[in-house]
């Protein structure tokens, strides 16, 4: 399985990457819990889809900090695992809310 995770800013265009990896042919699930990454992964992927993408919120908190713990799980189980974090300078933030 191919998997993108997703995360950023909100505003940073995370629903708009996921959009267009959606157009692309991938399986999406916006704002997923950090702590179900792993279960969401495997299910998805025992369900037949290969190609997955998935966005993760920054202001998780704590939850946040067991993200690499969760990435390098997925890669040992043979995932093929893309990190994609966005970001945006604060103008830019502030003029989209």
């Known amino acids: 399985m191919q998997l993108v995770l997703i995360s950023g800013l909100s505003g940073s265009g995370k629903s708009i990457a996921l959009n267009a990896l959606e157009d692309s042919g991938y399986y999406c699930v916006d704002n997923l819990p950090g702590p179900l990454l792993q279960q969401s992964a ?56």
């Not at 704590?62 to 970001?87: C, H, I, T």
């Open 42 to 97: 495997e299910l998805l992927r025992r369900a037949g889809h290969n190609h997955v993408a998935m966005s993760i919120d920054a202001r998780m908190g704590d939850s946040l900090d067991l993200v690499p713990e969760y990435v390098a799980a997925l890669k040992a189980q043979g995932v093929d695992l893309r990190l994609l974090f966005l970001d945006a300078k604060n103008d830019t933030l502030i003029r989209r809310f």
